[in-house]
């Protein structure tokens, strides 16, 4: 591993420069603003589009996708690649369907929108799920990856680690006191950063594949060599597992069940994270109809090109790992004596010349930095508009709910840093993208169909939206971890496999799809119980739907983007 030389220090110092400099900037400029709530929370009104899209992606991507996915690419390949372009259909439906009803109905979070749509209950038991999601799972999994990786990059010692989480918490707390205003606009110099650095890495990567294969320093090469030495690396849908698979391919397929993950699980994942999710429908709740659209849809485009920055480098790994390199990186921190898949991007790291070190160290804080902000905020938001203003102080001044979000912010980062310190959630251990989809994925069968339900059949009553949460949740629990051992290993709904632990388990996706199906039915059949209208349903019109012709090109670009690489890999 190269160390940290002078020219390294000096790039990384001018991005915390520039990056706090900036934002200090829009701070001082907009300073009377920022004592307002919406302005705090919402920078409503001043998002560009470029903003907005460029806010989402730096948002979206952090240490779960540079050292999870990358992680992912190692052991699984181009399959994984699917969570970034489903995502941009996703973002298309959300931009489509979603906003309008966000934006016409007034909706600053998503407890402000079940309690529109539903009730307090909902609304209360939902606010509480998604803190404990935020700080438990999301915000503490960004912190310890983002720490580990940056740990590896610089040495690897355990005091580093500890110096590094507070570093990271420090530099996320600067950015998230200034409101959604400062994070907005930074989070522009932090995702251009982010792909410059991340290109960088990817192309050094393959042209040290090249090289090692004796074809000089050429991507190109490189690239073709990936796709010579690891084909099994460039197949999106996996078949199902038979007697004769290996335990790789069944860890592969109850990560990605082939199509059965285009069934159901895939999509709510997506549509529940982009759609149903404050961290993210944040950005764009703040502008007008069009400008959101815009924004959404530029955050597709991004999205497409993301498997290039998190994954390859992690095909990489697995190529030079297979010719003998990166032994002891690919080792390191193991506690079984197995591969580390989660270091494969900082072994990759490892090959990077001195000065682009200090532009790939910048890249990775620059999305850990810009996530940690986005979700701080996001739980200042739900605690202060949906708890604090409605059941602790109703009458809250302005000036007294920023100080108590910013409050928030601090408490919700001291948790994360006490739980990443000694790693209390085992997310080492998970693999840290399986971790967060996985227990995100709990929740998310129960949220989309209370959302999806809520906006488009205005017959959905609140009793079945509190019953939905909950059955979601359950039924998420069940198929996850009970279902195997009650109902057996193969059933006519699902048929599960011996993980490398030897315990059978159904592919977590499956799970959703199913926890998911018996969801919706549970809050259809309450709901028909009801009135055939009921009192709180949105009112929807086709104009509402409306596409101008700029978006509708945007979306035509991405679907054939989409269904070209799909051709090319499936």
Same mark, same amino acid.
């Given at each position: 591993?190269?160390?940290?030389?002078?020219?390294?220090?000096?790039?990384?110092?001018?991005?915390?420069?520039?990056?706090?400099?900036?934002?200090?900037?829009?701070?001082?400029?907009?300073?009377?603003?920022?004592?307002?709530?919406?302005?705090?929370?919402?920078?409503?009104?001043?998002?560009?589009?470029?903003?907005?899209?460029?806010?989402?992606?730096?948002?979206?991507?952090?240490?779960?996708?540079?050292?999870?996915?990358?992680?992912?690419?190692?052991?699984?390949?181009?399959?994984?690649?699917?969570?970034?372009?489903?995502?941009?259909?996703?973002?298309?439906?959300?931009?489509?369907?979603?906003?309008?009803?966000?934006?016409?109905?007034?909706?600053?979070?998503?407890?402000?929108?079940?309690?529109?749509?539903?009730?307090?209950?909902?609304?209360?038991?939902?606010?509480?799920?998604?803190?404990?999601?935020?700080?438990?799972?999301?915000?503490?999994?960004?912190?310890?990856?983002?720490?580990?990786?940056?740990?590896?990059?610089?040495?690897?010692?355990?005091?580093?680690?500890?110096? /590094?989480?507070?570093?990271?918490?420090?530099?996320?707390?600067?950015?998230?006191?200034?409101?959604?205003?400062?994070?907005?606009?930074?989070?522009?110099?932090?995702?251009?950063?982010?792909?410059?650095?991340?290109?960088?890495?990817?192309?050094?990567?393959?042209?040290?594949?090249?090289?090692?294969?004796?074809?000089?320093?050429?991507?190109?090469?490189?690239? &073709?060599?990936?796709?010579?030495?690891?084909?099994?690396?460039?197949?999106?849908?996996?078949?199902?597992?038979?007697?004769?698979?290996?335990?790789?391919?069944?860890?592969?397929?109850?990560?990605?069940?082939?199509?059965?993950?285009?069934?159901?699980?895939?999509?709510?994942? &997506?549509?529940?994270?982009?759609?149903?999710?404050?961290?993210?429908?944040?950005?764009?709740?703040?502008?007008?109809?069009?400008?959101?659209?815009?924004?959404?849809?530029?955050?597709?485009?991004?999205?497409?090109?993301?498997?290039?920055?998190?994954?390859?480098?992690? /095909?990489?790994?697995?190529?030079?790992?297979?010719?003998?390199?990166?032994?002891?990186?690919?080792?390191?921190?193991?506690? &079984?004596?197995?591969?580390?898949?989660?270091?494969?991007?900082?072994?990759?790291?490892?090959?990077?010349?001195?000065?682009?070190?200090?532009?790939?160290?910048?890249?990775?804080?620059?999305?850990?930095?810009?996530?940690?902000?986005?979700?701080?905020?996001?739980?200042?938001?739900?605690? =202060?508009?949906?708890?604090?203003?409605?059941?602790?102080?109703?009458?809250?001044?302005?000036?007294?709910?920023?100080? =108590?979000?910013?409050?928030?912010?601090?408490?919700?980062?001291?948790?994360?840093?006490?739980?990443?310190?000694?790693?209390?959630?085992?997310?080492?251990?998970?693999?840290?993208?399986?971790?967060?989809?996985?227990?995100?994925?709990?929740?998310?069968?129960?949220?989309?169909?209370?959302?999806?339900?809520?906006?488009?059949?205005?017959?959905?009553?609140?009793?079945?939206?509190?019953?939905?949460?909950?059955?979601?949740?359950?039924?998420?629990?069940?198929?996850?971890?009970?279902?195997?051992?009650?109902?057996?290993?193969?059933?006519?709904?699902?048929?599960?496999?011996?993980?490398?632990?030897?315990?059978?388990?159904?592919?977590?996706?499956?799970?959703?799809?199913?926890?998911?199906?018996?969801?919706?039915?549970?809050?259809?059949?309450?709901?028909? =119980?009801?009135?055939?209208? &009921?009192?709180?349903?949105?009112?929807?019109?086709?104009?509402?739907?409306?596409?101008q012709p700029g978006i509708l090109a945007m979306i035509v670009i991405t679907l054939l983007i989409i269904s070209l690489l799909y051709v090319r890999f499936w």
């Amino acid at each position: 591993m190269n160390k940290l030389l002078f020219q390294d220090k000096l790039i990384f110092v001018v991005y915390f420069i520039i990056v706090a400099g900036y934002g200090y900037y829009i701070y001082r400029r907009k300073k009377k603003a920022v004592m307002d709530t919406h302005d705090f929370f919402l920078a409503e009104g001043s998002l560009t589009w470029w903003a907005i899209g460029a806010s989402l992606i730096a948002s979206n991507i952090s240490a779960e996708q540079f050292i999870g996915m990358s992680g992912n690419g190692f052991t699984i390949g181009v399959a994984v690649a699917a969570y970034e372009w489903i995502a941009a259909i996703a973002l298309i439906i959300v931009a489509v369907f979603f906003m309008p009803v966000y934006l016409k109905n007034k909706i600053f979070t998503m407890p402000q929108f079940l309690k529109t749509r539903y009730n307090e209950t909902v609304a209360l038991i939902m606010a509480i799920f998604w803190l404990f999601l935020y700080v438990f799972v999301n915000l503490t999994s960004i912190l310890y990856l983002g720490a580990v990786a940056i740990n590896n990059l610089v040495g690897g010692s355990e005091n580093n680690f500890h110096l /590094i989480i507070i570093a990271l918490s420090v530099f996320a707390i600067f950015i998230t006191l200034g409101g959604m205003k400062v994070i907005g606009f930074t989070d522009v110099i932090q995702v251009s950063v982010l792909i410059i650095g991340g290109l960088a890495t990817t192309y050094v990567a393959l042209t040290v594949v090249s090289k090692e294969f004796g074809y000089g320093e050429s991507a190109l090469e490189g690239f &073709n060599q990936l796709l010579k030495n690891a084909p099994d690396h460039f197949q999106m849908i996996f078949s199902k597992p038979d007697a004769n698979s290996t335990q790789q391919q069944v860890t592969n397929y109850l990560t990605i069940p082939g199509l059965l993950s285009y069934a159901a699980g895939i999509w709510i994942i &997506n549509l529940n994270y982009w759609g149903c999710n404050q961290y993210i429908t944040q950005r764009a709740l703040g502008a007008d109809l069009k400008t959101a659209r815009k924004g959404i849809l530029f955050a597709g485009f991004i999205k497409l090109v993301m498997p290039i920055i998190v994954m390859l480098p992690g /095909i990489a790994a697995y190529v030079l790992y297979q010719k003998g390199l990166l032994q002891n990186e690919m080792m390191a921190h193991s506690k &079984n004596g197995m591969v580390v898949s989660d270091n494969a991007y900082s072994a990759i790291l490892g090959y990077l010349p001195n000065g682009l070190i200090g532009l790939s160290l910048a890249a990775l804080t620059a999305a850990i930095v810009a996530s940690l902000a986005g979700k701080a905020n996001s739980i200042s938001t739900i605690f =202060t508009l949906d708890i604090y203003k409605k059941y602790i102080k109703r009458d809250a001044t302005e000036t007294k709910m920023v100080w =108590t979000g910013r409050i928030a912010i601090l408490a919700a980062m001291i948790v994360s840093i006490l739980l990443t310190w000694k790693d209390s959630l085992n997310i080492g251990g998970e693999g840290g993208f399986t971790f967060i989809q996985k227990y995100t994925g709990f929740i998310s069968p129960g949220v989309f169909a209370m959302f999806i339900l809520g906006m488009f059949w205005k017959r959905t009553t609140g009793a079945a939206a509190v019953a939905g949460v909950i059955v979601g949740f359950l039924l998420s629990v069940v198929f996850n971890v009970y279902a195997a051992s009650w109902f057996g290993p193969d059933t006519w709904f699902y048929t599960a496999y011996k993980n490398a632990d030897g315990i059978y388990e159904i592919p977590f996706h499956v799970c959703m799809g199913l926890a998911f199906g018996f969801t919706m039915l549970v809050m259809i059949l309450m709901s028909l =119980t009801g009135p055939k209208i &009921n009192p709180k349903a949105f009112a929807l019109d086709k104009s509402m739907f409306k596409l101008q012709p700029g978006i509708l090109a945007m979306i035509v670009i991405t679907l054939l983007i989409i269904s070209l690489l799909y051709v090319r890999f499936w």
